[in-house]
């Protein structure tokens, strides 16, 4: 998806004294070329871009033309090892993101890394741990670029100001459907110019097959990521939009519980059809509360019969004590409930509403260079996405888990806690 406009974009102190002088430019390294990638590489082309890595060496040679300056690597690990890198945008496959921005965080430098940061509880939280104990060195930023668009502000404003009442409980849904067998069986060898070992990275090794690489950019990842020794399905994928909607609007922390239920399990490939269900504890403004997912046909309930949930592909529906608010990406509905008349709710004036957040990407960049700040942190995403990595690890042990959020452990469930993590390749290691 195309970034979003830079309108109302606040720049830190740096900008007074040149942001863009090549002083100031920050020395960026890019994994990913194809795909994501290019859609980066607008917002890179006012820094330095020193670095330039893919597994894939037409991709590679594809960026090399926008960015002829940069180093080539086919090696990710090989590539952090070039001394003036300052910071990394990461749009490789989602089984080497905790990886990636594991190993770039020990170096101390700035992450972006496209959702999610992790495939597991254990590598979202090890991702998270090495972000906060950096946090005042480093920024980053998860790549769920659609946290920039106005409704997001919106829809968070109107839960907090009570415009539905007491909040008390919140859905997600996404309604793709990509059903897989299992995995691809060998056909062929890979083609030269790919360097399918590096591709496997970290995850147990798979033979060979074309279909994991068909799709055009932007796409490709619909070809892998339903496998689990590659993603977490629409989980990961939407899943980690979508309740971004969500989680924005709800100060949350980590959750208590998680069920979840769907598809036969099998164990090659993610469910399709999914509805996970977690337990919030309480904060400052709110009681505790239950958020669910649902994806691949399973749909909460509607609150009105005058209300299609369905015509949303993918939303979030608020429930409070006086009312709904059923939102998508781009568009918001309050809908009373039990009479109410919405006279309770007072509407913030204009000067005191959310401000845009401008340019997702450059709110990271300029973040590198200043404050540190972003919207969708590794602390923020990390929260979020954790969550619903325990709710696949649910969805495995076929019911419902209670979890210590603080140890990271379930604590009724031995089941559960060795599904928590996943066995890496040697060579591979989480922390390098």
Same mark, same amino acid.
């Given at each position: ?9 606040? /720049? ?40 330039? !890595? ?39 496959? *989602? ?93 062929? *060898? ?7 070992? /590096? ?168 973040? !590198? ?9 590794? *602390? ?31 604590? *009724? ?6 599904? /928590? ?12």
């Amino acid at each position: 998806m195309a970034l979003a406009g830079t309108a109302g974009l606040i /720049l830190p102190k740096t900008s007074l004294f040149g942001a863009n002088a090549p002083s100031n430019k920050l020395n960026i390294a890019l994994i990913g070329t194809w795909g994501r990638g290019e859609a980066h590489f607008n917002g890179l082309s006012s820094e330095n871009v020193v670095a330039l !890595c893919d597994v894939d060496e037409n991709h590679l040679a594809f960026g090399a033309r926008r960015f002829p300056g940069a180093k080539t690597y086919f090696d990710w690990r090989r590539m952090l090892e070039q001394k003036d890198i300052q910071a990394v945008v990461c749009c490789s496959a *989602d089984h080497t993101h905790a990886h990636i921005a594991n190993w770039s965080l020990n170096r101390d430098l700035h992450v972006y890394m496209e959702k999610p940061i992790g495939i597991s509880v254990e590598e979202v939280r090890a991702v998270r741990a090495n972000y906060l104990k950096r946090r005042n060195k480093v920024a980053t930023q998860a790549g769920t670029q659609r946290h920039a668009l106005e409704n997001f502000n919106r829809v968070r404003e109107w839960v907090l100001d009570g415009a539905i009442g007491d909040l008390q409980e919140v859905s997600a849904w996404g309604n793709r459907k990509l059903p897989r067998d299992g995995y691809l069986p060998a056909a062929g *060898d890979p083609p030269p110019h790919l360097h399918y070992d /590096l591709w496997i990275g970290p995850s147990p090794f798979h033979p060979y097959n074309p279909g994991y690489f068909k799709g055009g950019p932007g796409m490709n990842c619909l070809s892998w990521n339903m496998y689990w020794d590659f993603g977490t399905g629409q989980v990961g994928d939407m899943g980690n939009h979508t309740m971004d909607l969500a989680w924005n609007a709800l100060d949350a922390d980590l959750p208590l519980s998680a069920e979840a239920a769907g598809d036969p399990f099998n164990p090659e490939v993610t469910p399709v059809k999914l509805a996970m269900h977690f337990d919030l504890p309480a904060n400052s403004w709110r009681g505790e509360i239950r958020c669910s997912w649902y994806q691949g046909g399973a749909m909460p309930d509607s609150p009105a019969k005058f209300i299609n949930l369905n015509e949303i592909d993918h939303g979030v529906l608020f429930e409070g004590s006086k009312g709904c608010l059923v939102a998508g990406f781009n568009q918001r509905l309050l809908y009373p409930l039990r009479n109410a008349d919405f006279t309770h709710y007072k509407p913030r004036p204009k000067d005191q509403l959310i401000p845009p957040l401008g340019d997702f990407q450059k709110q990271w960049i300029n973040a !590198c260079k200043g404050d540190l700040q972003t919207a969708c942190n590794f *602390d923020y995403n990390g929260k979020m996405t954790e969550m619903m990595m325990l709710g696949l690890v649910a969805y495995r042990v076929g019911r419902k888990i209670k979890y210590d959020p603080v140890a990271g452990r379930v604590t *009724d469930s031995e089941e559960a806690n060795r599904l /928590l993590g996943r066995k890496y390749r040697e060579g591979w290691p989480l922390n390098g």
